[in-house]
């Protein structure tokens, strides 16, 4: 089938401002969003710059905004988009170029809720034991693959860049949440201040944004309780 894809562009060495750029492609149904910007690159205009890795929906690099919702590009089949696709930097980010956009501040508020196992005891003689019902509580926590597809859904990012984000929250509550960590307090303090969980407003894009269905919402929200409870296993 025929395809108008519309391009958001940007090369800040070069343009003054974003433009579109038109590319009309061939493509099957069953072709993945990611194979059609693949031929656009390849054989028509290989000045055009998106990130792109493992093409599984795993490794999360090609996450941008697809007909006005954020999604992974490899995950997306052209037969859900239809005969004309609009694609666009995911917003609340800096551009590189292109649909590249500066992660650098979404990893430095991923690393300042210290997402790492914390202990204060002596290294134990054997594994940190964990029942099957203690796994399952932060379950939803470790599908994150820091894509950004949900901070940068967020409005209250976009309004607020000092905000930590619903990624770094969803990050913490794993550790928050695991029976063998004892940094919850750590990171509750971190959390409870000015530009953590409180800016969220629970819009639901972020939840809506994931693409391994991570009820981003929802973790918040607990991660809320815990701060309000002083205790994450009153959650």
């Keep these: 089938?025929?395809?108008l894809v519309r391009i958001k562009r940007f090369d800040p060495e070069r343009d003054n401002k974003p433009y579109w750029d038109e590319f009309n492609v061939e493509a099957e149904p069953i072709d993945r969003l990611l194979d059609t910007l693949n031929t656009i690159k390849w054989t028509m205009d290989g000045t055009l710059?998106?990130?792109?890795?493992?093409?599984?929906?795993v490794c999360g690099s090609d996450a941008m905004r697809i007909n006005g919702r954020n999604r992974l590009a490899c995950k997306?089949?052209?037969?859900?988009?239809?005969?004309?696709?609009i694609i666009e930097p995911m917003l609340g980010y800096p551009v590189i170029k292109d649909l590249v956009v500066d992660m650098d501040q979404f990893f430095d508020k991923y690393k300042q809720v210290k997402p790492y196992l914390i202990?204060?005891?002596?290294?134990?003689?054997?594994?940190?034991l964990q029942s099957p019902e203690e796994r399952a509580r932060f379950d939803e926590g470790t599908k994150c693959i820091l894509c950004g597809a949900c901070t940068g859904s967020c409005p209250s990012?976009?309004?607020?860049?000092d905000w930590v984000g619903p990624a770094a929250?969803?990050?913490a509550h794993r550790?928050?949440?695991d029976s063998r960590d004892e940094g919850a307090a750590e990171r509750l303090n971190i959390l409870g201040k000015k530009d953590g969980v409180?800016?969220?407003?629970?819009?639901?894009?972020?939840?809506d944004a994931c693409p391994r269905g991570i009820p981003v919402t929802d973790l918040i929200e607990q991660v809320k309780r815990a701060i309000v409870y002083s205790d994450p296993k009153s959650v």
């Design 198 to 207: 409180w800016r969220c407003r629970t819009i639901f894009n972020c939840s």
């Design 76 to 85: 997306v089949l052209m037969r859900d988009v239809g005969k004309k696709v």
């Design 175 to 177: 550790f928050i949440f």
């Design 49 to 57: 710059t998106y990130r792109r890795s493992c093409a599984h929906g």
């Design 119 to 128: 202990t204060y005891d002596n290294e134990p003689g054997t594994e940190r």
């Design 1 to 3: 089938m025929q395809v």
């Design 169 to 171: 929250i969803v990050n």
């Design 157 to 161: 990012i976009w309004g607020n860049s």
